[in-house]
C-alpha cells in the first residue's frame, strides 16, 4: 500500500510562485514516474509535468520555461517549482505516482492541492 501526499498549494498573484511537494511512502521497490496533472472546473485532468526515475522530463506547453519538475529519489518525493504564474494556471493539482513492488506495476494518486492564482 503506497500513500501519497501532496502540498504546497495555496493562493498567489499572478506573477508569483509556489513550490509543490509530493512525497510517496509505503513498500515500493522503485518509482517508474511521477507526474503533476492538474485539473480546472469543468475541465478534464491535464498532465502538466513528469519525471522519469532517470530523471528525463517532459512538460506541457502551457508551462514550459515557467514550471521545473524534480525528484529526491532517496526520498520518494517530486517537486514542481511553478515560477511566473497565470490565473490560467489556478487548478487542483494532483501527484500520479508510478511504482513497482514485486511482480507488478502500480499507481497511486495523491489526494491534490488547490493552486489559486489571482490579482
Known amino acids: 500500500q503506497v500513500l501519497v501526499v501532496e502540498s504546497g498549494g495555496g493562493l498567489v498573484q499572478p506573477g508569483g510562485s509556489l513550490r509543490l511537494s509530493c512525497a510517496a511512502s509505503?513498500?515500493?521497490?522503485?518509482?517508474?514516474?511521477m507526474s503533476w496533472y492538474r485539473q480546472a472546473p469543468g475541465k478534464q485532468l491535464e498532465l502538466v509535468a513528469a519525471?522519469?526515475?532517470?530523471?528525463?522530463?517532459n512538460y506541457a506547453d502551457s508551462v514550459k520555461g515557467r514550471f521545473t519538475i524534480s525528484r529526491d529519489n532517496a526520498k520518494n518525493t517530486v517537486y514542481l517549482q511553478m515560477n511566473s504564474l497565470k490565473p490560467e494556471d489556478t487548478a487542483v493539482y494532483y501527484c500520479?505516482?508510478?511504482?513497482?513492488?514485486?511482480?507488478?506495476?502500480?499507481?497511486?494518486w495523491g489526494q491534490g492541492t488547490q493552486v489559486t492564482v489571482s490579482p
Open positions: 519525471i522519469t526515475e532517470g530523471g528525463s522530463t
Open positions: 500520479n505516482v508510478v511504482y513497482r513492488q514485486i511482480g507488478t506495476t502500480r499507481d497511486s
Open positions: 509505503g513498500t515500493i521497490f522503485g518509482i517508474n514516474a
